[in-house]
């Protein structure tokens, strides 16, 4: 089998040779230095039109000694969160004249060392990093002192001088408990990430507050804190059948809610019981019943942090800002279904 040829990029020499000009007048026209005759600039141009050349803007941003660009490091850029997050955080990038390297750390702290070091060393001005669990804060002081502008998305690193820009995640658990306990739900299940992910943490004490809020004593046994994709089955079924089983579930995170709402639905469970997912997930509002959800806002989220961050590459030395967004409760239908204790 035959390789087709590769069709090589048009240079400014081939500019120059098509236009009958030298490289130094294509080099005035491209980069806008330099008195070109109106005659001689309309040849140029018509020959850049005809070639289809396209200056290489990394060429020139390291010859000017910047590359332009930045970074950005989340748990996984496929998650539908971090997605929204992404394209915001690019959208900003890109008009300030920025491009953005992404890459997902699978909440593997030596994974996300590798990327920071890689994206450093080769010229990123700066970094958004949702930190991994286990992120070893000396060496992100290390980076912080040698230049690299940081922020810190979705989490914090506790006592490193960088901007962060997070979710009001106990309120919005809170919320979300609270409504199931108005629709008389006592007996709740959360079902959160590891504990050692701060926003698990977070939102496992936002539920715990609710239910003191009402009076109701939290559970160990009806607290599950483990990795959605890692958690065997048999660990979910210990809680759905219980002695006292709940008959309502808070999920920590969208990946759960889907984990949850697939395991109900293997199990033929009838009805359903209450439920309210943190975090919004796509299809959430066209199932059977809809799914209520206490949704964050990832594209304000990545919004801010790319505005911070570029702003500190700026040189912007003002104290840095720690930036709690709200969350907004979605009721879809799930989380009113009536529990033991629903008003008649």
Request: proline fraction near 9%.
């Given at each position: 089998m035959t390789t087709p040829p590769t069709r090589a990029r048009p240079t400014m020499g081939d500019v120059a040779a098509a236009a009958g000009v030298s490289l130094k007048t294509v080099s005035r026209v491209v980069n806008g230095v330099g008195y070109v005759s109106a005659e001689t600039l309309a040849s140029v141009q018509a020959a850049i039109d005809q070639l289809g050349f396209r200056r290489n803007e990394f060429a020139r941003q390291l010859r000017q000694g910047t590359a332009a660009t930045i970074g950005l490091v989340l748990e996984d850029v496929a998650d539908p969160f971090y997605s929204v997050l992404t394209r915001a955080v690019e959208d900003v990038a890109l008009e300030q004249g920025y491009l953005l390297l992404s890459a997902s750390s699978a909440e593997d702290p030596s994974r996300s060392r590798r990327i920071v070091e890689s994206f450093s060393s080769r010229g990123a001005d700066g970094i958004i990093l949702a930190p991994a669990r286990g992120t070893d804060p000396e060496f992100l002081r290390g980076e912080i002192a040698a230049g690299c502008s940081m922020v810190f998305v979705d989490r914090p690193v506790p006592g490193i001088p960088a901007d962060t820009v997070l979710a009001e995640n106990v309120g919005g658990a809170r919320e979300g408990t609270a409504h199931l306990i108005a629709h008389g739900h006592h007996r709740i299940a959360f079902f959160g990430d590891q504990e050692s992910v701060y926003t698990a943490t977070e939102r496992r004490t936002g539920y715990c507050e609710a239910l003191e809020e009402a009076g109701l004593e939290s559970d160990e046994a009806m607290m599950v804190l483990a990795a959605p994709r890692e958690a065997p089955a048999e660990l979910i079924d210990d809680v759905l059948e219980a002695a006292d089983p709940p008959t309502a579930i808070v999920a920590g995170n969208n990946r759960w809610s889907v984990r949850l709402l697939r395991h109900l639905k293997e199990r033929g469970q009838r009805p359903l019981p209450g439920f309210v997912g943190f975090d919004d997930f796509e299809l959430g509002d066209v199932l059977d019943p809809g799914i209520t959800v206490v949704a964050q806002d990832p594209a304000?989220?990545?919004?801010?942090?790319?505005?911070?961050?570029?702003?500190?590459?700026?040189?912007?030395?003002?104290?840095?800002?720690?930036?709690?967004?709200?969350?907004?409760?979605?009721?879809?239908?799930?989380?009113?279904?009536?529990?033991?204790?629903?008003?008649?």
């Open positions: 304000t989220m990545g919004r801010l942090a790319a505005e911070l961050l570029l702003r500190r590459v700026a040189g912007d030395e003002a104290p840095h800002e720690h930036i709690r967004l709200p969350t907004r409760l979605i009721v879809r239908g799930s989380g009113e279904l009536p529990g033991p204790f629903a008003e008649r």
